[in-house]
């Protein structure tokens, strides 16, 4: 690298390519400048340490959500498989999800860092991840990509890069997905990959399978005959959901996985534990609203509150999405407020309107726009309440 650096830099044959050569560089290599004048906090972890953590911790839900595909898979089409089988079969199947989301997004990272002649920022090493896991398998490379673009471009890009965007960029994707194409996000076909691609567990579907998300047939539920089953017609329990063996998006229905990962960001203290807690509480608090008070018309507030929070992506969205510095409320008292109107909202969309079974995506989205109000009214508050203080101890003098 250091043989190669002077062609890059301003002068040298490939200049015009010196952020591309500082992104390789700083990826492999801790920089060697620091600051030196002005005040600054000088600490081991930077934002790569931070992004790399993040991801690691997004490991066991990558892992268990490739054995799930496999899973569902050999479920549907009646073969028994081993676990290594199931487990290869799911890593085939995401490998291409995972090239397109970093190909794509990186890529557009690297253009645009050559036209502002900025450097290249880490972000993307966690949203890259970020977006196979909550997109379902079986929606088509192409529409990954277009999303993938349409979120860096316009939710990222737009707003000057990383630590600069006002929504979450992997939600942004989904949420493009979700309005832009909503046959491939419902249903029974996106959440279970039933092809014999890659030469394995080929064979004959079972006629009439439905893989639908659980919350997908609470939604269609017609009076109080609640029942959710696996595509193969078995009842599913909240133990069958708190493991993760039902469909879904890859990365979202083990919520084992998921607080493997949510323990590793609270010990290395990268993630908030106000957000994370206070959203796990309004989700909790709103479905035990909805639970005492259950209606035919709406069937998801038969659900009781635990089996609710195994459901869908509230649990990965707790921890990975919610818990987003940028997005999120930066006050300490704004991050318990901004938690628990998620978890409330969450469960409010999904229980109540139909239209949108899956409400994490929603209530993030929606909060995220509010966060700056709720670090405002919290500061503002402060300010006047020690502007009180001080006239007070004026009058007291």
Known sequence: MNKIEPSFRP??????????????????????????????IHDGNDLKRTMITVVVA????????????????????????SWLTMWIYGLLAMLPVIVVSYGVGLGIEFISAQIHHKEIQEGFLVTGILIPLIV????PLWMTAVATAFAVIFAKEIFGGTGMNIFNVALITRAFLFFAYPSRMSGDEPFVKLDSAFGMGGGTVVDGFSGATPLGQVATTVGDNLSMTNIVGEPISTMDAFIGLIPGSPGETSMIAILLGAAL???????????????????????????????ATYPASMLDPVTQLCLGGFAFGAVFMATDPVTGARTKVGQYIYGLLIGVFAVLIRVYNSGYPEGMMLA?????????????CVVSFNIKRRARRAADKVKEG
């Not at 990268?270 to 639970?291: D, K, T």
């Not at 993030?364 to 405002?376: G, K, S, T, Y």
């Open 11 to 40: 002068g040298g044959k490939l200049a015009k390519l010196e952020s591309v050569y500082d992104g390789m560089e700083t990826f492999l290599f801790t920089p060697n400048t620091t600051s030196r004048l002005g005040v600054h």
């Open 58 to 81: 997004l490991i066991p839900a990558l892992l268990f959500g490739m054995y799930n595909i496999g899973y569902q898979h050999y479920l549907a089409i009646g073969q028994p498989a």
């Open 136 to 139: 379902p398998i079986n929606t």
């Open 265 to 295: 960001l609270l010990l290395t203290g990268i993630a908030s534990w106000r957000i994370m807690c206070s959203v796990f509480v309004g989700g909790l608090g709103m479905a035990a609203l909805a639970h005492a008070l259950p209606s």
């Open 364 to 376: 993030i989205l929606l909060m995220n726009a509010f966060a700056p109000l709720i670090d405002h």
